[in-house]
């Protein structure tokens, strides 16, 4: 079976941040093939600011899709996209343009409410429940009226940290203890 995993990164929560750089090493365990988005340009002082914010959306689909322009997504039996933050949008978008819901899988970390103006075929989302880029509760809102499993990390920020290493480093274990269980699942 032919897999592909393509990673959407934040615009500051590179694909060599925790949480991607181990979604990254579980996926190409599971036998993925990886392709990396490391687009950039973002203007400064997005946070707030809902221009500067499409801004970076447009950025990050337009790179995104010349990234992958040379992909034909028909090619692979299972396609997981892997997003953060902004990048959660993208992915959903192209997702919505190339591939049905049932062709496509979803690990989303940190979303923004944007992300489900998209369908959202089969996924998992993580989202902390002090997220400063969020209203609190409307990620889980969201994927419950969809059916989406959601793990919220109590007092996480948008990066899931509570400011507690010890905890961190918890919280990052176990979701990717739930990150590498739905990759096996969507691998079978």
Same mark, same amino acid.
């Given at each position: 079976?032919?897999?592909?995993?393509?990673?959407?990164?934040?615009?500051?929560?590179?694909?060599?941040?925790?949480?991607?750089?181990?979604?990254?090493? /579980?996926?190409?365990?599971?036998?993925?093939?990886?392709?990396? /988005?490391?687009?950039?340009?973002?203007?400064?002082?997005?946070? !707030?600011?809902?221009?500067?914010?499409?801004?970076?959306?447009?950025?990050? /689909?337009?790179?995104?899709?010349?990234?992958?322009? %040379?992909?034909?997504?028909?090619?692979?039996?299972?396609? /997981?996209?892997?997003?953060?933050?902004? !990048?959660?949008?993208?992915?959903?978008?192209?997702?919505?343009?190339?591939? =049905?819901?049932?062709?496509?899988?979803?690990?989303?970390? =940190?979303?923004?409410? %944007? =992300?489900?103006?998209?369908?959202?075929?089969?996924?998992?989302?993580? =989202?902390?429940?002090?997220?400063?880029?969020?209203?609190?509760?409307?990620?889980?809102?969201?994927?419950?009226?969809?059916?989406?499993?959601?793990?919220?990390?109590?007092?996480?920020?948008?990066?899931?940290?509570? !400011?507690?290493?010890?905890?961190?480093?918890?919280?990052?274990?176990?979701?990717?203890?739930?990150?590498?269980?739905?990759?096996?699942?969507?691998?079978?």
């Amino acid at each position: 079976m032919k897999k592909l995993a393509v990673f959407f990164p934040g615009i500051g929560y590179t694909v060599d941040k925790p949480l991607l750089h181990y979604s990254r090493k /579980l996926v190409a365990d599971a036998g993925y093939e990886v392709k990396l /988005l490391p687009y950039s340009g973002f203007p400064q002082k997005v946070k !707030g600011d809902r221009d500067k914010m499409l801004e970076s959306y447009r950025i990050a /689909l337009a790179q995104s899709e010349e990234m992958l322009s %040379d992909i034909d997504f028909s090619d692979y039996n299972s396609v /997981l996209f892997v997003g953060k933050s902004i !990048g959660t949008i993208a992915a959903a978008e192209i997702a919505a343009k190339n591939l =049905t819901p049932v062709q496509s899988h979803f690990i989303l970390y =940190t979303p923004l409410e %944007d =992300t489900f103006k998209f369908p959202i075929g089969d996924a998992i989302v993580f =989202t902390g429940s002090a997220d400063p880029w969020v209203k609190n509760g409307a990620i889980s809102d969201q994927c419950a009226e969809r059916g989406i499993p959601c793990y919220v990390i109590q007092n996480g920020n948008h990066s899931l940290e509570t !400011g507690n290493v010890q905890d961190d480093i918890e919280h990052l274990r176990k979701i990717m203890k739930k990150t590498e269980k739905y990759i096996r699942q969507i691998g079978q």
